[in-house]
């Protein structure tokens, strides 16, 4: 490349940067000055920019850039000069020519983008010559640059091409701006949280130190006490030197340790101070205004609400509301939508709204505050809120649920149906709707962020979704509790409550353990079943339990102890493990314990899986019912037939009894749960019976499970090939019959119930 071509190149980068920060502006105040069409300082402001950017695109020398600005600047003069009142068609042109001159900047020139600007520019001076005659353009003259001549009628400060620059800023303590890979930022963030972890073990080290001195003081005591009671008695001259000399040394020791102590207790101090301090200004680092996020959200709206006939005015509230930036960049998308929609299904045309006695322009509301440590956003519209009845029949014919069902639900019940997939009420197809792709979609971005989102609506008064999300995805704020006797946090965002009850208030009901409330009756399931580890047993009276919600269905998890709330540094799981069932990323206490962070949705899916095996402990006797439940047995064989003949044998007989369809599908189980006993084929896709078994053996918590071989192959070399890859039995199908396999099972395992 020559150093013409660099220079050129450097010269574009730079227009695009100022075509994208004055396009804003010219966004902003167009969008102002449509409702305020006599705002001189938006007058001003948008000039100004049109008038900036012709002077950079002629200096890189891009003349369609240069055409299209030209004539936005003139229609914005004539606007200042009282010339013409910007109308809504005049916004359209001028945003219409804000658009092509950043993508004048960004893309490559074409015949399609020569006939955009040539289009847009001839608007422009169209509607400038309709308001201004004198400066209305002729059928033979050309479109370009026709302003450039100052016609007589027009005033001289109309065609003042050089506008005074603003005034310099005096304060010369301009802010600096570093760039850091993001890469990079987020590592000086994990550092910083982690170093403010470990400092706290400075805490445990300090109380050490003052039971130290606590004991120290308590030896010179004693000693003295001793000095006392040995006075008067005849001790020699050794012992007496050598009392004198303890307790010499003794007061020493008491004298450095009060001054180390007392250098200590700064150091824990102001280090603990410096350390949070450089935790928390990294974290703010992070944080953008809530505006960063809405860079074009009132222009789509408004674009949006014209191309539907509508009016719509979108208010802001909490724009400098701090959030973390990658919280802001993937808000981004749900937040869209939220708007679109709001403008598509809820605000409604003028004249219907003129009809219900409201404003012809519809109101778009977004508000963004703090609570509790979270970031509560909330989208509402004064529009025609939700019609249940249609939503009621979308259900029904969708077969979501029948007509009988449906008229026993509640209003909050028919409203979870919006956030399912598929789910659309818009009758047809059309750029803004109707493809099903919709709440479901914003849903699961927020639960993805640990938030939660919720849809209020009130008939023809409009509707409201109100979001919780964490201020920062770095850290999150957590309910730390113990499940099998090792520490497990809940993100607060993804749980309705805790709670302690007493064991007497847990019901049965239809086999399941239930307890009530506010008279709604909710599933209880033990934690520590659904994480698969040992519950330990306590004395307590009362049973703690955390509270999740899947859609419209609560569930109780029993816990073992509540801990308290923590912020937690969040600590991403090493990429090797993949996707661990349940859990999202670890932490670190204050005083260093680790602690799992649970997946929320995770472990709903878990739940569902759980309450569909039928296999639930119960929470008030866990161990007892440990004790008492059923051996299990993993039938492994890809014919269906011997499948089902080999459970039905089994279940028979007390045993539990789970399945799976090949090699690999029990592997999996046999890694997920806990058998008693595996029955396993030979000939199987994916993997083998022969690879399974070697499987097994080579695990070191599995080499002891008892395996039985079934298989078709009654020959003596396949006999031992299963017996030589360690199965402890191999049973020829050809002589199978009903007591041989169940004869072969109690020799290997005992009883169905000891």
Not at 588 to 604: E, F, Q
Not at 676 to 700: C, K, S
Request: hydrophobic share 40%.
């Amino acid at each position: 490349m020559t150093p013409d071509q660099m220079r050129d190149a450097s010269l574009l980068d730079l227009f695009r940067l100022e075509a994208e920060a004055q396009k804003q502006v010219l966004d902003t105040g167009l969008l102002i000055l449509e409702r305020d069409p006599a705002n001189a300082s938006q007058l001003e402001a948008c000039m100004r920019a049109a008038h900036s950017l012709k002077g950079a695109a002629r200096i890189v020398g891009l003349d369609n850039g240069v055409q299209v600005a030209h004539a936005m600047e003139d229609l914005l003069v004539a606007a200042q000069e009282g010339l013409l009142r910007l109308l809504p068609d005049h916004i359209d042109a001028l945003l219409q020519g804000s658009d092509l001159l950043l993508r004048i900047g960004q893309a490559q020139q074409d015949a399609e983008l020569e006939a955009r600007v040539e289009t847009v520019t001839t608007r422009l001076q169209v509607l400038l010559g309709n308001a201004v005659p004198a400066l209305r353009v002729q059928p033979g003259d050309s479109a370009t640059f026709v302003a450039e001549a100052k016609p007589a009628s027009l005033p001289e400060t109309f065609m003042a091409t050089s506008p005074q620059p603003a005034e310099p800023v005096a304060d010369e303590r301009i802010s600096r701006v570093l760039r850091v890979s993001a890469e990079r930022f987020d590592h000086l963030i994990d550092l910083s949280g982690k170093s403010l972890v470990e400092f706290q073990r400075t805490k445990p080290l300090n109380d050490s130190l003052h039971r130290l001195k606590r004991q120290q003081e308590s030896a010179r005591r004693t000693l003295e006490t001793l000095r006392e009671h040995l006075l008067g008695t005849e001790l020699d001259a050794t012992a007496q030197a050598l009392f004198t000399e303890s307790r010499n040394l003794l007061i020493e020791c008491q004298q450095h340790l009060q001054a180390h102590q007392e250098l200590f207790d700064d150091f824990v101090w102001y280090g603990g101070q410096r350390t949070q301090q450089l935790y928390d200004l990294a974290l703010a680092s992070r944080m953008r205004p809530f505006a960063d996020v809405l860079t074009g959200q009132t222009r789509m709206l408004r674009d949006l609400g014209r191309s539907l006939g509508k009016q719509v005015r979108l208010e802001i509230e909490g724009e400098n509301t701090q959030v973390d930036r990658d919280v802001l960049e993937r808000l981004e998308a749900p937040l869209t939508h939220l708007l679109r929609n709001a403008v598509d299904h809820g605000i409604e045309p003028p004249a219907l709204r003129a009809r219900k006695g409201k404003p012809e322009e519809g109101v778009v509301q977004l508000r963004a505050r703090h609570h509790a440590g979270m970031l509560v956003l909330e989208v509402s519209d004064d529009g025609a809120g939700i019609d249940l009845e249609r939503v009621a029949q979308a259900v029904v014919k969708r077969r979501f649920a029948t007509a009988e069902q449906v008229e026993q639900m509640t209003e909050e019940e028919l409203l979870a149906f919006l956030f399912l997939p598929g789910f659309s009420m818009s009758q047809q197809v059309t750029e803004v709707s109707g493809r099903g792709v919709g709440l479901d979609v914003v849903q699961h971005e927020i639960r993805r962020m640990r938030g939660n989102v919720r849809l209020l609506q009130r008939p023809d008064q409009g509707c409201l979704f109100h979001l919780e999300l964490p201020l920062t995805l770095s850290v999150v704020r957590a309910l730390v509790v113990t499940i099998g006797g090792e520490a497990y946090a809940f993100p607060l965002a993804q749980i309705e409550r805790m709670l302690r009850l007493p064991r007497s208030a847990i019901v049965q009901l239809e086999g399941r353990q239930h307890f009530w409330l506010e008279d709604e009756h909710v599933g209880l399931i033990s934690a520590a079943q659904l994480l698969q580890c040992n519950e330990k047993q306590g004395d307590d009276d009362s049973i703690a339990i955390v509270l999740i919600r899947d859609r419209e269905q609560y569930h109780g998890l029993a816990v073992e102890a509540f801990l308290g709330e923590f912020t937690l540094v969040l600590m991403p799981l090493d990429g090797r493990l993949g996707k661990v069932r349940d859990v999202a990323a670890g932490a670190l206490l204050h005083d260093g314990t680790p602690v799992l962070i649970l997946d929320v949705d995770d472990l709903l899916n878990s739940v569902g899986k759980l309450l569909g095996t039928g296999h639930l402990e119960r929470v008030d006797h866990a161990s007892h019912a440990r004790q008492a439940v059923s051996k299990r047995v993993l039938v492994v064989d890809d014919s269906l037939t011997v499948r089902e003949l080999e459970r039905k044998l089994l279940l028979s007989r007390g045993y539990q009894v789970s399945v799976a369809v090949d090699g690999m599908d029990g592997w999996n189980a046999l890694r997920a749960e806990t058998f008693d006993l595996l029955i396993t084929d030979i000939d199987m896709p994916r993997m083998d019976g022969i690879e399974l078994v070697t499987q097994v053996r080579q695990d070191p918590r599995l080499r002891s499970l008892p395996v039985m071989v079934v298989s078709y192959k009654d020959r003596e070399e396949d006999r031992r090939r299963g017996l030589e890859a360690g199965a402890d039995y191999y049973l020829a199908k050809a002589s199978f019959h009903d007591e041989a396999l169940l004869d072969a099972v109690q020799t290997l395992i005992g009883e169905a119930r000891e």
